[in-house]
């Protein structure tokens, strides 16, 4: 072979390799699948659901393609004696028909017999998982009460008193409290919504029972448990609904003259309350569930200070309760049984700054300033009323209330 003929025959061996080459490069195909025509699978496609984790590093682009499956899956790095896991993996319970042959039963509302038919069934399989949240040591655990739909409130908490962050070497984490849809024809477009959510954010914690006004108490029990197994090293829990203005600021203000072992728990106290026995309202207790005149002492929930091993002894004094239908007063049971009495403070305003719900004095900012939490705003409300009192406001006093 001539001389030309061989590098012509070279020239195009190397430019035939060099094609290759770039091919194996750009499709992450190994070279044996290039020669034998075998498609390699698009790298950001899905994984099979049964090796799919829940914390895999998506992207954006293409999370809504991604199937995830619902168990979630620990993240590394928890220490070892953060190693226990939620237990409940299965969902087996039946109703109590015991209920269904006395006549009181027979006269209460559907949902409220749905409460009582399924009261025994105490736990449920966790859906989204964040046992990071409590590594190391955590001042300040801001825990709130929300529900599926209501997204808008949980970006509001998230852009004003939920922020996580460190002050002055004291860690403030959030978490956000969840069950599943109420209607089974949304279910499913709004866990796909949710889990997206908690992609972004990481701040969600969802168990696999039904959010509704009776099944409230289930999410007390629920997290206390979950508190018990990861979180040996929250110093505070300020748990709250999804409502609220809540200041951080004066919260740790509050807290900084507090010693370990105090037993605190602080919040809106109410003392002596009544069961209501009107049918027609929602917090309606039939006597022959509670038959006592009065609840023992107990803190609203629009929100509340309790201390961290506190906390601990309620999971374990909740355990030998029945489930009660209003979440508030179950807590004031479990604290009676502890005899640990609840601390009212004029800091927290669960019926707003007055009670008077046109009042002028419900949309004054400086008396914001100087509260700790007050009820009821909706996001457009919380995000002015933060704004406001974070702005330069000139006030003729300040209240000491602290």
Known sequence: MSQWKKTIYKTVCLSFLLVITVTVLQRGMAPSQFMQGQEQKDPLSPEPPKTQKRDTAFLTSTFWKTKKEKAPVEKEGVTEKHAKSWDVTTTNCS?????????????????????????????????????????????????VKSI??????????RRTWGQEKEVEGKRIRTLFLLGTASKEEERVNYQKLLDYEN?????????????????????????????????????????????VFVSPSNILE??????????????????????IRK??????????????????????????????????????????????????????????????????????????????????????PCFFRSMLVVHKLLPPELLQMWNLVHSNLTCSRKLNIL
Not at 148 to 157: K, L, M, V, Y
Not at 219 to 238: A, S, T
Not at 267 to 272: A, N, R, S, T
């Open 95 to 143: 109703a109590n028909q015991n209920f269904s042959k006395v006549d009181w039963f027979k006269g209460l509302e559907p949902n409220f017999q749905q409460f009582l038919l399924y009261r025994h069934c105490r736990y449920f399989p966790m859906l989204i998982n964040h046992p990071e949240k409590c590594s190391g040591d955590v001042y300040l655990l801001i825990v």
């Open 148 to 157: 599926i739909t209501q997204h808008d409130r949980r970006e509001a908490i």
């Open 199 to 243: 992609h972004i954010y990481g701040d969600i914690l969802q168990w696999d029972f039904l959010d509704s006004f009776f099944n409230l108490t289930l999410k007390e029990v629920h997290f206390l448990k979950w508190l018990n197994i990861y979180c040996d090293n929250v110093r505070y829990i300020f748990k709250g609904d999804d409502d």
């Open 254 to 275: 509050f807290l900084e003259d507090k010693k370990e072992g105090e037993d605190l728990f602080v919040g809106d106290v109410l003392y002596k309350a009544k069961p």
């Open 279 to 364: 049918k027609e309202n929602k917090y309606y207790i039939p006597s022959a569930l509670y038959n006592k005149s009065n609840y023992p002492p107990y803190a609203g929930g629009g929100g509340f200070i309790m201390d961290g091993p506190l906390a601990k002894r309620l999971h374990k004094t909740s355990e030998t309760l029945e489930l009660y239908p209003i979440d508030d007063v179950f807590l004031g049971m479990c604290l009676e049984v502890l005899k640990v009495s609840p601390i009212g403070h004029e800091g927290f305003k669960t019926f707003g700054i007055v009670k008077n719900k046109n009042s002028k004095m419900n949309k004054e």
